[in-house]
């Protein structure tokens, strides 16, 4: 085997589930390093990649798959968190018109990729990063300390809503409202539902700007063209 290894192809179906499986195994084991997987886990990945496909593939191109995969998700999790992002399930796809694509892929020419097609094993690139994007700010220092794991970030994206108005608005509860089978006056209801959601947007911004850290790390494969 050549120390640059055999070309790897990370967006033919069975190649990549087979690479995506073996990562996943890794990473259920423990071996994960950081925002990666340890270098004893992409040396037996390399081996039975081998086995599985004949191609022998480099450690490093190993690494480089995984980064690009990592970039796929991070660019598919921010759609799902644009306003309005009209994302169908059915077709795993997003209902824009032209000129709303045109408008968000100046900012991120990146998504063009999921302009007319989706992503492919998104259940298992989320199942594989979605841990990273909520904890993978601690792992490059990034001064977001405070903010607590999240989880499954897509479910919790499709509950959280966005573009509240962030009036101030505080609730206090008169002493005369002792029975809580008393339904609180209009305006009390309405600042409890704008605490809510206000709450939701910080959430919001938090996921964002991980994701940002996990964007802008150094640990960069192959570029998406």
């Given at each position: 085997?050549?120390?640059?290894?055999?070309?790897?192809n990370?967006?033919?179906?069975?190649?990549?589930?087979?690479?995506?499986?073996?990562c996943?195994?890794?990473?259920?084991?423990?071996?994960?390093?950081?925002?990666?997987?340890?270098?004893?886990?992409?040396?037996?990945?390399?081996?039975?990649?081998k086995?599985?496909?004949?191609?022998?593939?480099?450690?490093?191109?190993?690494?480089?798959?995984?980064?690009?995969?990592?970039?796929?998700?991070?660019?598919?999790?921010?759609?799902?968190?644009?306003?309005?992002?009209?994302?169908?399930?059915?077709?795993?796809?997003?209902?824009?018109?032209?000129?709303?694509?045109?408008?968000y892929?100046?900012?991120?020419?990146?998504?063009?990729?999921?302009?007319?097609?989706?992503?492919?094993?998104?259940?298992?690139?989320?199942?594989?990063?979605?841990?990273?994007?909520?904890?993978?700010?601690?792992?490059?220092s990034?001064?977001?300390?405070?903010?607590?794991?999240?989880?499954?970030?897509?479910?919790?994206?499709?509950e959280?809503?966005?573009?509240?108005?962030?009036?101030?608005?505080?609730?206090?509860?008169?002493?005369?409202?002792?029975?809580?089978?008393?339904?609180?006056?209009?305006?009390?209801?309405?600042?409890?539902?704008?605490?809510?959601?206000?709450?939701?947007?910080?959430?919001?911004?938090?996921?964002?700007?991980?994701?940002?850290?996990?964007?802008k790390?150094?640990?960069?494969?192959?570029?998406?063209?």
């Amino acid at each position: 085997m050549s120390s640059q290894g055999e070309r790897a192809n990370w967006t033919d179906p069975t190649y990549r589930k087979y690479f995506i499986d073996l990562c996943m195994r890794e990473a259920n084991n423990g071996n994960r390093s950081g925002a990666t997987l340890k270098p004893t886990a992409w040396n037996r990945i390399s081996q039975e990649l081998k086995t599985l496909t004949g191609k022998s593939i480099t450690p490093k191109q190993l690494k480089n798959g995984w980064d690009y995969m990592k970039r796929q998700y991070l660019t598919w999790l921010k759609l799902t968190m644009t306003t309005r992002h009209g994302y169908n399930s059915t077709t795993r796809t997003f209902d824009w018109p032209p000129e709303r694509w045109e408008e968000y892929l100046k900012k991120y020419p990146e998504a063009k990729q999921f302009r007319n097609k989706p992503l492919a094993n998104a259940e298992e690139l989320e199942a594989l990063f979605s841990g990273a994007v909520a904890t993978g700010a601690y792992n490059w220092s990034s001064g977001m300390e405070g903010i607590p794991e999240m989880g499954n970030l897509s479910s919790m994206l499709s509950e959280t809503p966005i573009n509240v108005e962030n009036n101030d608005c505080e609730v206090k509860t008169p002493d005369s409202y002792t029975n809580v089978d008393e339904p609180l006056p209009d305006d009390m209801q309405r600042c409890k539902k704008k605490q809510k959601k206000s709450k939701s947007d910080e959430t919001r911004e938090d996921i964002n700007k991980l994701v940002d850290v996990l964007e802008k790390t150094d640990d960069k494969g192959p570029s998406i063209t």
